[in-house]
């Protein structure tokens, strides 16, 4: 079936047309597919994964040809939202804390200790709360496929965090996320919000002392070069939404955009297999790699500093919306 052809689309292939009739005549779109991390994080296991869905997918297979461009290699991951709702790039696999910029309701996902676990993060976005969440984001002009994951946040420094007062003063490097930010300085660090792409260097260089992130990205960005402890906060979930231009589902048949979800969806359990699969050996690899990791982390003292910033999201998202993300999985 041929891919229906927007309004953008039409008038670009009229005038390359005009330029090179042999162009014109090529059957696959190329679909240009960005997202922050290096290919061995559970995000770039999912951007292949997708690519390798479309490919093999007998709708999309002869129409759509997924070009995956890792590490952020054409821009953060607040460009890269913004690439989607502009059309200049037509998907990204970016963090749920990059999108709060775009669609505010999605920062309820980055409260830190709202959700318990992981699989309790992914009974809720697998659901209702999930589909409610796309909608808001539609409404904000953001499409998502599906709901990807990075794992669960740990706190990395040059000192064992075990208690909230370890965070006392520390400049902490978190996403580009207001809710974030809000969380760290609630529990008294001096959080500073900078592009993933920075993050070593500023490590290296000590303009920030710690960093937040899940087993899969430390590892696989080597943060272990950089930090000397990982204690295992476990206090965010990060979901990775798979965003779509507007422009490439106005292109699609329904069957193709059937298809594209199904793909997305495919993309989306790839990661979530990669986080799972990365947590179980990544406190061993990176003790073998010179960290040491902290166990013994108070997440009762943890959880109880964190109540009063939880309360006050209330007044942002409603606290009908924590207390079921709270309660999800249980």
């Not at 290096?38 to 951007?47: H, R």
Request: include cysteine; charge should be neutral; glycine fraction near 8%.
């Amino acid at each position: 079936m041929p891919l229906r052809l927007s309004r953008r689309s039409a008038l670009f292939g009229s005038a390359s047309a005009m330029i090179s009739p042999c162009w014109a005549q090529a059957t696959h779109r190329r679909v240009r597919l960005v997202h922050n991390n290096p290919a061995t994080s559970p995000g770039g296991t999912g951007c292949n994964a997708f690519a390798a869905a479309v490919a093999a997918d007998p709708i999309l297979q002869n129409t759509l040809h997924i070009a995956v461009y890792h590490e952020g290699s054409i821009g953060d991951e607040v460009a890269s939202v913004q690439g989607c709702l502009d059309g200049s790039i037509d998907m990204a696999m970016i963090s749920s804390a990059a999108l709060t910029n775009f669609a505010p309701a999605t920062g309820v996902l980055d409260i830190p200790f709202v959700f318990k676990s992981a699989q309790a993060a992914r009974t809720a976005l697998d659901g209702e709360l999930g589909a409610e969440l796309i909608v808001a984001a539609r409404s904000k002009g953001v499409n998502i496929l599906a709901w990807g994951e990075s794992g669960m946040r740990h706190i990395t420094a040059n000192r064992p965090i075990r208690h909230p007062a370890d965070l006392a003063h520390l400049k902490l490097r978190v996403p580009q996320s207001d809710v974030e930010v809000a969380g760290f300085r609630a529990l008294g660090a001096d959080p500073i919000p900078i592009p993933f792409q920075q993050l070593y260097e500023m490590l290296r260089t000590g303009q920030v002392e710690a960093e937040e992130n899940p087993f899969g990205i430390i590892e696989a960005s080597r943060l272990f070069e950089v930090q000397k402890f990982l204690s295992l906060t476990g206090h965010i979930y990060t979901a990775f939404p798979i965003v779509v231009a507007q422009d490439l589902l106005d292109d699609l048949s329904e069957d193709q955009l059937v298809a594209l979800k199904a793909c997305a969806k495919t993309a989306a359990l790839a990661t979530r297999q990669a986080a799972i699969v990365g947590a179980e050996g990544a406190a061993g690899r990176l003790r073998a790699a010179g960290m040491t990791i902290v166990e013994d982390v108070d997440i009762a003292a943890f959880i109880t500093a964190s109540k009063a910033n939880i309360a006050s999201m209330s007044n942002k998202f409603g606290a009908g919306l924590i207390a079921r993300l709270q309660q999800s999985g249980a």
